[in-house]
């Protein structure tokens, strides 16, 4: 049921802050301020190399996880698409972590592919929403995001979970390897329960986004700008854009705009910087200058620090909460997600059913 909403896709969106939340339940001990893992039977100090292999949005999810087992665990990633992965041959490593993310538990290629590393004597890790679904059943280390059904195409509220799970995999597995200390988990435990109320302060900006979306929506081209572990958010944001809203949308990483993307900028060319305050911040600075001095009409999306410092000659600005990096990809999730949604509306598309879109991709 849609309640008060006007689709499945908002109210999914606006789901986030409680479904986060539920998820995080699982996987941290409040009280001891520690991560949890559900009870597995083999040993993680172990893992020195961790294949990550998705398909979508799901993959997006993955690429952020990597700056993150590589930051907190040191631990090298590996990442790919699953209709790539399967057909090239991977070299994977001995006593390797391959690690499937899906939503619906029965992506075929993502599945073909988890049949594959299981015959490579891979150990099977998998985050997905459908408990009941392939995935979950043939994996030896099963992380469930608590999610609640997703009913819109385009997914939302399941990549958020995701995000969560992830960041505390890594953070288990940094302890596990001797590269956490108690206290620097306990702070990743606290940035982590903060993302609900984080989320809630970036919904609190939908009416502002629809405001603004009018000024996106005539676009035939617009392009997502994002650094580090925002730059997957850029890919995500340009996804969402081109399925329910079926604009063409490009994600870059801000650093390689001048490397040919740059070609496109003109006034007719919305760029979508997403860069929260803080170390990456003055790169991604000069990218936008790079882009506004070639006509670019720029919409950045910043906390109220980055804004004050780099919103000036912004076609429009969105403010988000002043984050800790850690989940400034969860709570950057919401902006992306709003604003696909509201173009959508401004244009009329069938939001929650995409044409040419299926929910579950059951075939290769
Ligand atoms: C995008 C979207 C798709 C899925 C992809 C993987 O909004 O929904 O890109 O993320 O088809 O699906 P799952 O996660 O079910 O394996």
Redo the contacts with the bound molecule.
């Keep these: 049921e849609k309640g008060n909403y006007h689709h499945f896709m908002q109210k999914e969106i606006f789901e986030q802050p409680t479904v986060v939340a539920q998820t995080l339940r699982s996987y941290v001990r409040q009280l001891e301020r520690t991560v949890a893992l559900p009870q597995i039977d083999f040993d993680l100090s172990k893992i020195d190399r961790v294949t990550i292999v ?5 993959y997006y999810a993955g690429m952020v996880a990597k700056y993150w087992f590589e930051k907190f665990a040191r631990v090298p990633v590996d990442i790919d698409v699953a209709s790539e992965f399967r057909y090239r041959d991977p070299v994977l490593p001995y006593c390797g972590l391959a690690l499937f ?7 075929a290629d ?1 599945l073909a592919a988890l049949r594959h590393c299981r015959e490579a004597g891979q150990t099977i890790a998998v985050v997905v929403n459908v408990p009941t679904s392939s995935m979950a059943r043939e994996a030896d280390l099963l992380l469930p995001t608590h999610a609640g059904p997703e009913i819109g ?3 939302t509220k ?1 990549f958020t979970c995701q995000l969560a799970v992830l960041a505390a995999l890594a953070a288990h597995l940094a302890v596990k390897k001797g590269k956490m200390d108690e206290g620097e988990e306990r702070s990743v435990v606290d940035h982590l329960l903060e993302a609900p109320a984080c989320l809630n302060a970036a919904l609190d900006h939908d009416e502002d986004i629809k405001a603004m979306a009018h000024l996106i929506a005539p676009a035939r081209d617009v392009l997502y700008l994002g650094r580090g572990p925002d730059f997957p958010l850029a890919l995500e944001g340009a ?2 854009l081109k ?1 329910i809203s079926y604009i063409h949308a490009e994600g870059y990483a801000s650093g390689e705009m001048k490397h040919g993307p740059i070609a496109l900028i003109d006034d007719n060319v919305p760029v979508i910087v997403l860069a929260p305050s803080g170390p990456l911040f003055e790169k991604t600075v000069s990218n936008m200058q790079e882009v506004r001095a070639r006509g670019g009409k720029i919409v950045l999306i910043s906390d109220a620090e980055g804004i004050a410092e780099a919103g000036e000659g912004c076609m429009a600005t969105i403010e988000m909460p002043k984050v800790h990096p850690l989940i400034a990809p969860l709570v950057y999730a919401v902006p992306v997600q709003l604003l696909a949604y509201h173009v959508a509306c401004v244009k009329g598309t069938d939001v929650d059913q995409p044409r040419n879109l299926a929910k ?2 059951t075939v290769e």
């Excluded at 998705?54 to 799901?58: F, L, V």
């Excluded at 993310?101 to 992506?107: K, R, V």
């Design positions: 998705a398909c979508g949005t799901s993310i899906s939503q619906s538990g029965e992506t993502t195409v385009a997914s399941a996804l969402k399925e579950s991709v």
